[in-house]
């Protein structure tokens, strides 16, 4: 059996069919690890989440931001919706079909036997693995269940920064998932922040990325996330950052994860734009 895990779809479908055929996996035995975000601002978001359902066991996901900004858009009402790739999902005549699949992955996955756990953007410092998994259970159980539409209403948000067991209702469940799904960069305190996304080096005076906090409490298990286009591949010693930019016009990036890494890569379609462009 195989594991493969790749990063940041962003509706490139054409790339992750040419990635699929690169890594022609058994998908009775093969597993393929999605680090979130297969939607928005790529062409064919809604073929892509198609594409991703039909895998079937083989697909294990979890949410990334512009994943949980398509049920967001979905299931609370709202009408006023930015970009024809994210429409066409919600215009689809599976719809609900793809937002309720959708809905039910995960916020984080956990490999004990591999040593790996993979979230869309990071981890709290205090957050060691098995807290991780419990606190994204958490969450998960209430974006499932009736009470989820109304926290997505108020998923919105930078507060609270700092994780404490104490905190309880929306401010605890944005917190985990602000973690999970937006974290670049911490104060050395290990309080979140949202005002910088460039690469490491061009953060404002006292931020550190948030792998580089001294003490986290996870720095002996693999993690594996995207989020980060500006940060580009990453591999050290149990990192290993995979949103190599494809909806930037750069690259879609997997990597085997059993045995020794082998890195796979696809390069964008020409025209795909980089940011500000």
Known sequence: MAVYAIGDVQGCYDELARMLDVLRPDP??????????????????????????SLGRAAVVVLGNHDLHLLALGLTGRTRVRGEDLQAVLAAPDRDELLDWLRHRPLAHYRPDLNTLMVHAGVARDWDPLLTIKLAREAERVLRAREGVAFLREMYGNEPAAWSGQLTGTARLRFIVNCLTRIRYCHPDGALDFTDNGPPGSQAAGLVPWFELPGRAAQAVRIVFGHWSALGFLQQANLLGLDTGCVWGRALTAVRLDGPARVYTVPARTDRQPPGE
Request: aromatic residues 8%.
């Open 28 to 53: 009775l035995a093969d597993e393929l690890w999605f680090v979130g975000d297969l939607v928005n601002r790529g062409p064919r978001s809604l073929e892509v989440v198609r594409l991703v359902k």
